[in-house]
């Protein structure tokens, strides 16, 4: 059976939806141990220079971007009036896998 780029786009946002669910709650607890003073502060900046962490949140700005980009996807196609031809929605795929793309890249060249 033969998908098509609008089911790979339905199934990435779907994935980068559950890897946000299960990535911000660790996100969010590191952030709120910065909150605890100098100290603790410090010793998060130390855990947040390690590469793993640092893959990490890339993997967080990459999520974010596809969500972002099939969940605006998913609104048009739900919202806009659509004609009866499918190039235009292969284009929407391809404009969020590239505006995905140009988010990483400009992530990972901040943070190097």
């Known amino acids: 059976m033969r998908r098509g780029a609008g ?3 339905a199934m990435g946002h779907r994935l980068s939806g559950l890897a946000l669910a299960a990535f ?6 590191m952030l709120g141990r910065a909150l605890g003073g100098a100290e603790a502060l410090d010793s998060s900046l130390k855990i947040a220079e390690l590469p793993l962490v640092k893959v990490a ?6 999520a974010l971007a596809v969500h972002l980009a099939f969940g605006l996807r998913v609104l048009a196609i739900e ?3 659509w004609p009866a031809r499918d190039g235009l929605r292969l284009r929407l795929v391809y404009l969020g896998l ?6 990483g890249i400009a992530f990972a060249v901040s943070v190097v």
Do not use: N
């Open 7 to 9: 089911w790979w786009a």
């Open 98 to 103: 590239a505006a995905t793309v140009l988010v």
């Open 57 to 62: 949140e890339f993997g967080l700005v990459i």
């Open 24 to 29: 911000l709650p660790l996100h969010f607890l």
């Open 79 to 81: 919202l806009l009036p």
